[in-house]
């Protein structure tokens, strides 16, 4: 009760102004040589020097100097108690903002005491109050109603956190943002969001690509565990550097930076961008994400606290890698080593069809196994990708509803079928569905082309049909029409004819006479193109865009 009635006293104290004579005996040398104002000094001025104060008093805070931070934010309050503002309506308003945002820093302060344990970064205010206490209250809910949230996503955590804890703790990270998968996935690793945000650490397609997580037919890293977490870490470091604040960083790893960004700017003050001083101008969901995440570490740093039992965790993931440079499937390979299928789709889990891709790749078996399948690697037959499924209509069944389980288009079934426009589907009868990715199908009926010199090319990782257009100086709608593809979608190694012979003598803007150009913020494939001396077509060709494609900062572009 006695530590409340203080606490009490110096919080009214900062609120109110009556801080004593504490400003006046504040070391000047900790505080770089600040003083008191002089009469010369506008109320601006005077306003920039509380907002100094202010942010002197975050440095001490992060640096674990506590009675400083005080001090600091002590003389801050008592010089904005003494400015006149006159009747000028913005010294006023700023006068407002900045005597709130002290107000409410000196209780963040005192709260501050009990913190989560930091890295070379500052650490996590483990705050506690009626937002964090909701959120304590529903996990608790799901907990004791046996709902199996909190139960099951803790229990998963065992797979993956000892990981996440060493590389956030050797990025200098503090160990508890390893609770943030139990928020943002329940630590499954194909959790998938509305918003297509995939994996461990709920990354959209574009944020992925930025921070170095590859994606195509046969591979998204953002299911691997281990990579995805080292994206994480690069992502919440850019966000510290941005923000300083960790409860502002999750809230922007939530949301977006630019989101958070937008906000913080649309207040009279722009320093008022603490996490709790813009809450209430966050999406509902951001809202909440934040104190659910420091709800979590209350939880876990205090289970018998709050009733919680004891609860198992799985087991770390163990196991060997092996190089493979065969297109093969995880099936073959769980049987020649003698274990399940699930076990090493469990360990390999970015293989989205459960097939290595044909190129070298880093294969995660169980231990003890890597001798077995060194030993018996020639034996391990080639997977190709098969051009159809087969599908069992069922009553009721349309070819939309048919064509969206199986991720293909309508078009590519009807022709597969020879099924036309009026054409009705019924019960039972078997359809054969293109995979996609594989080669397209190609109707019989499609009217011949006839071309008196072609040229055939191998599709390679990375090709498109507008680049190997631009190889041999044709264009795409010719090479459609004449391999008779349905739509425009390759794979490697499908052969293609190609009207009219590859002049290698030709200057062709093919990537490897192009230079490469780190995309920034603002930028269009117009304006590059433009700032480039390139035609645009040619630009979106090169680097296999079209017209709508969206780039992103970082992102890496052939220019001339």
Not at 83 to 99: E, F, S, Y
Not at 100 to 106: E, Y
Not at 250 to 275: K, M
Not at 478 to 506: A, S, W, Y
Request: charged share 25%; proline share 5%.
């Amino acid at each position: 009760m006695k530590l409340h009635i203080i606490f009490l006293f110096i919080f009214s104290s900062a609120l109110y102004g009556c801080t004593g004579t504490l400003h006046n005996s504040f070391p000047e040398n900790g505080m770089g040589g600040y003083k008191n104002f002089s009469s010369d000094e506008t109320a601006d001025q005077i306003l920039d020097k509380v907002a100094e104060f202010s942010e002197v008093s975050l440095g001490f805070r992060e640096k674990g100097e506590f009675e400083k931070a005080v001090q600091a934010m002590d003389q801050a309050y008592a010089l904005i108690l003494d400015v006149n503002t006159g009747d000028d309506p913005h010294l006023i308003q700023r006068k407002k903002d900045l005597r709130l945002t002290i107000s409410k820093r000196i209780l963040e302060l005192y709260a501050s005491r009990n913190i989560a344990v930091s890295g070379k970064f500052n650490a996590i205010p483990l705050v506690m109050n009626k937002y964090v206490q909701t959120e304590i209250d529903f996990l608790m809910k799901t907990y004791k109603n046996n709902e199996g949230f909190f139960i099951n996503a803790y229990r998963r955590s065992g797979m993956y956190r000892p990981y996440m804890v060493t590389a956030l703790k050797k990025a200098g990270l503090p160990e508890e943002l390893s609770w943030l998968p139990l928020i943002e996935s329940g630590f499954k690793v194909k959790a998938l969001s509305p918003a297509r945000a995939l994996g461990l650490w709920q990354f959209i397609p574009s944020t992925g690509v930025r921070f170095g997580l590859k994606r195509d037919k046969l591979i998204d890293e953002r299911l691997d565990p281990e990579k995805s977490t080292r994206a994480a870490i690069a992502y919440l470091k850019e966000l510290h550097a941005i923000f300083g604040d960790w409860t502002t960083v999750l809230a922007a790893y939530n949301c977006g930076e630019g989101r958070v960004l937008r906000v913080i700017r649309s207040q009279n003050a722009n320093y008022l961008d603490n996490f709790w001083d813009i809450y209430e101008r966050l999406p509902r969901e951001t809202a909440r994400y934040v104190p659910r995440f420091l709800a979590t570490l209350h939880i876990v740093r205090n289970m018998e606290k709050y009733g919680v039992d004891s609860i198992p965790t799985s087991s770390p993931l163990k196991y060997e890698t092996l190089t493979i440079s065969k297109q093969t499937h995880l099936k073959e390979i769980a049987k020649i080593i003698g274990v399940s299928p699930k076990i090493l789709k469990t360990l390999n889990p970015e293989l989205r069809r459960n097939i290595l891709p044909g190129k070298k790749y880093s294969l995660r078996i169980p231990p003890d196994k890597k001798e077995i399948l060194m030993a018996k690697l020639d034996d391990i037959p080639v997977f190709s990708i098969p051009k159809f499924k087969y599908h069992r209509v069922k009553r009721g069944e349309t070819l939309s509803r048919i064509a969206k389980r199986y991720h293909a288009s309508v078009k590519s079934i009807r022709l597969a079928n020879k099924i036309n426009k009026r054409g009705r589907i019924v019960a039972g009868k078997t359809l054969k569905i293109p995979v996609r990715g594989a080669a397209a199908y190609i109707s019989k009926k499609a009217g011949k082309v006839k071309h008196s010199r072609t040229s055939r090319h191998v599709v390679k990782k990375g090709d498109s049909l507008w680049n190997i257009a631009g190889r041999y100086g044709t264009t795409a709608k010719k090479i459609c029409k004449l391999n008779k593809l349905p739509n425009t979608k390759l794979h490697i190694g499908q052969v293609l004819k190609v009207p009219g012979r590859g002049n290698k003598n030709k200057k062709t803007l093919t990537k490897d006479n192009l230079r490469t150009y780190h995309v920034k913020h603002g930028d269009v494939p117009f304006k590059i193109a433009k700032r480039h001396n390139m035609p645009l077509q040619r630009f979106l060709r090169v680097n296999d865009l079209r017209p709508g494609s969206k780039i992103y900062p970082g992102q890496k572009v052939h220019v001339k």
